[in-house]
């Protein structure tokens, strides 16, 4: 009995493969999957932090500037005068004589929830008022 070995051409040439060897290419598809499965839960802010007050520089105010204050019971008021909010765009348009970019300067005491002050900014940016500044206590210098 007799053994042949080799291809079957009777030659030592290696055949040439037409496929595609595609074990490199998975192995870096899965190396990458970990690294975004890892990296994807500490790309979340979910960290609850106490802010620090601004040290920044005072900036120059305009002439007459036009302040909306919101009370600790949500008392809305543009300057002096207190408004209810379906009147807020109203007394805005008075305030500013119907001059919608100028800078509204939005002073909240900090008791009123960050929910209620980002519905009353919905409000201003409904009707029209996109500048808003909001106001803050000067940090001593030495607090940082």
């Known amino acids: 009995m007799a053994l042949r070995l080799g291809s079957r051409s009777g030659g030592d040439d290696l055949e040439i493969q037409h496929e595609i060897n595609v074990t490199p290419f998975i192995d870096v598809i ?13 790309a979340t802010v979910d960290i609850g932090v106490n802010l620090p ?3 920044a520089p005072e900036q120059p105010r305009p002439e007459k500037p036009v302040f909306l204050t919101i009370k600790p ?11 209810a909010r379906d009147n807020l765009s109203g007394a805005l348009d008075t ?7 100028e800078t509204i300067f939005v002073r909240a005491d900090k008791t009123v929830s960050y929910g209620e002050l980002m519905a009353i900014m919905n409000v201003l940016r409904e009707a029209g008022y996109l500048k808003l500044a909001l106001v803050g ?7 940082k």
């Open 30 to 42: 899965l190396v990458l999957l970990i690294i975004f499965m890892v990296a994807a839960p500490l």
């Open 53 to 55: 007050a601004s040290s």
């Open 73 to 83: 019971d949500l008392a809305i008021a543009v300057g002096d005068t207190v408004v």
């Open 95 to 101: 305030a500013t004589n119907g001059h919608k970019d």
């Open 137 to 143: 206590l000067e940090a001593p210098a030495g607090n």
